[in-house]
C-alpha cells in the first residue's frame, strides 16, 4: 500500500504487518536517540576535559612565573645583604683605621699646625671628595648617554631590516 501520491510515495508495511512495523521504527529511533545522547555526553566529558586541561595549564604557568618571581626577589635580596655586608665592612675598616690615626698621631709642636693649615687640610678632603662626586656622575652621564646611542643605533637597525623583510 502507498502512503502518499507522486513521486515521494513511500510503500508501507502497516496494513500488512501491523504494530510491529511500528514497535521496530520506534526501537531504531530510540537507538539512534540514545546513540545521539552519548555522543553529546561524550562531546560534554571531552569539552570538560579540555577546559580542564586549558585552565590546569594556566595554573601551571602562573606558579612557573610566580617560582621564577620568588627566586629573582631572592637572588635580589641574597644580593642587597651582601652589599650591605660590604658596606659595614668597609665602615668598620674606616673605623678601626680613624682610631688608630687618632691612637699614634704625632703631636706637632710648633707653628706648622696653624688654624689655616688645618682648614687647607679640610678642604683637600672636601675637594677629593666632590671630584670622585663628580667623577662617578660623568661616568653615570656617559654610560647612559651610550647606552640611548646604542638603542637608537639598535631601533635602527631593525627598522631597516623589517624594510628589507617587508619588501621581499
Do not use: W
Not at 122 to 136: A, F, I, Q
Amino acid at each position: 500500500m502507498m502512503n502518499a501520491q507522486g513521486p515521494y510515495a513511500v510503500y508501507s508495511h502497516m496494513k500488512k504487518q501491523g504494530e510491529h512495523a511500528y514497535q521496530g521504527e520506534r526501537k531504531t529511533r530510540k537507538a539512534a536517540y540514545n546513540r545521539f545522547e552519548d555522543d553529546l555526553r561524550n562531546l560534554q566529558s571531552e569539552r570538560e576535559a579540555q577546559r580542564d586541561q586549558f585552565f590546569g595549564n594556566i595554573k601551571e604557568e602562573q606558579m612557573l612565573v610566580q617560582a621564577q618571581r620568588q627566586f629573582q626577589l631572592q637572588t635580589n635580596k641574597q644580593n642587597q645583604d651582601y652589599i650591605l655586608g660590604q658596606i659595614a665592612e668597609e665602615q668598620e675598616k674606616r673605623r678601626a683605621r680613624r682610631e688608630e690615626e687618632v691612637a699614634y698621631k704625632k703631636p706637632h709642636f710648633g707653628p706648622e699646625e696653624t688654624h689655616d693649615v688645618v682648614e687647607d687640610m679640610t678642604y683637600e678632603e672636601r675637594l677629593k671628595k666632590h671630584t670622585t662626586l663628580n667623577n662617578l656622575k660623568a661616568q653615570i652621564k656617559h654610560r647612559e648617554e651610550s647606552k640611548a646611542a646604542n638603542d637608537a643605533a639598535e631601533k635602527q637597525c631593525d627598522r631597516e631590516n623589517l624594510d628589507r623583510f617587508m619588501e621581499v
